[in-house]
Structures are given as C-alpha cells and as structure tokens.
C-alpha cells in the first residue's frame, strides 16, 4: 500500500507523505524512492507537501536517507510540512533543514499541517 498520495485541501494539491509509524527498513527505502520519483516529475517551486512522521524510529541509515531526499526534493519544492516531529526528532529535523537548506514548518498534527502549508505564498 503506497504512503505517498496527492490530496486536495482547500482547493489546493498537496503531497502527503504519511511515513507514520515506520522504522528502517524496505518500506521506508521503497517509500522515499516512490516520493522521489513523484516530486522529481513535478515543475520546479510547485509542490506543497506534508511529511508526516508521527511514531517513525530514526536512526543513521534513515536520517542519511531523509538527509538525501530533502536536498532532491529542494528544486521542487513550494512549502513543507512535517508533523510529529517532538523531543530527540528535532534535532534530526535540524539536521535535514541544515543539510538540505530548506526549512520545514513542524506541526502536532495533520489538520494544522495540512492549514498551513496551503496558507505558503
């Protein structure tokens, strides 16, 4: 089952990319290949996109590879949005912002993401 789909919120497209729940592994590699692939077939600065990371165990290999897809996703990307990121996760966020240069806006939940990201000039 894909966790990456298109929704519509108020009006607008916005990637969701629910990676809730998930540890290193295959799911997580084939996940972030099938979001590169989509992001990549997008017009540069269009896409408004919502990670979510709710319950997701990070370690080294996964934070390489979220590391990697930001600075990838970078020309593609309008607003992003993650959710779920709380305590220890931070500091991996700041690390992908770092690394990636591009900076997230870090929600509680969905709705909130989902609110702002939509909100992005």
Sequence with gaps: MSRISVVTHKGKSVLLQDFSGLRAGIEFQESIAEAKRFIAGQPPKSVLSVFDATGTVY???TLAAMKGFAKHNEPYMKASAVV???GIKN??????????GRTFGSFKDRAAAMDWVVEQP
Excluded: H, K, Q
Excluded at 91 to 100: C, E, G, Q, T
């Design 59 to 61: 370690n080294v290999e």
């Design 84 to 86: 779920g990121v709380e």
């Design 91 to 100: 500091i991996a966020l700041v690390a992908v912002s770092r690394f990636s």
